[in-house]
């Protein structure tokens, strides 16, 4: 009986162990597809705007979150899950467009809005300003969002996730 070549039966055993082991390496590296959310804002009796949302609820995914992406399209943006409410502060790393973070409380609740701008080229994490807020939940959305839909601090929230 003919031996395979060492070269040869790594590369297959390799590739046995992806085909058995792929379909769960983002559950095991802590990544993976967390879905899409429709988050509703009003002002207790009208609808003020209606945003489709990418969920960003690991702590990967919030410390990516939309860095590096392209400008948001109106009406979409990132909704930031945390397990529980709590004092964060969001900055702009890595953005080259501007957002508003609009913060919501665990009674789904808006409880701050910022509007950040670009931060100048070369700034560095620490000089990074800082957007604090009270959230369980954080959506940014492109900047102008809450103006120009007449959303502020008070307005009421309400998210559907879907898969």
Known sequence: MKRLP???VTVL????IAVVVGPFLPE???VESHGNATVTVSDGS????VVDARVADSPQERYQGL??????ANDTGMLFVFPDESNVSFVMRGMTYPLDMVFIDAERNITA???APVPPEGTSEA???RYPGRAKWVLEVPA???????VSPGDSVKIERSA
């Open 127 to 129: 000089e990074l300003e």
């Open 13 to 16: 055993l390799l590739f046995a």
């Open 113 to 115: 809005i910022h509007t």
């Open 144 to 150: 102008g969002w809450a103006e120009r839909h007449g």
């Open 67 to 72: 860095s590096g992406t392209e400008p948001l």
């Open 6 to 8: 060492p070269l040869l």
């Open 28 to 30: 095991l590296a802590g």
């Open 46 to 49: 009208d609808t003020l705007a």
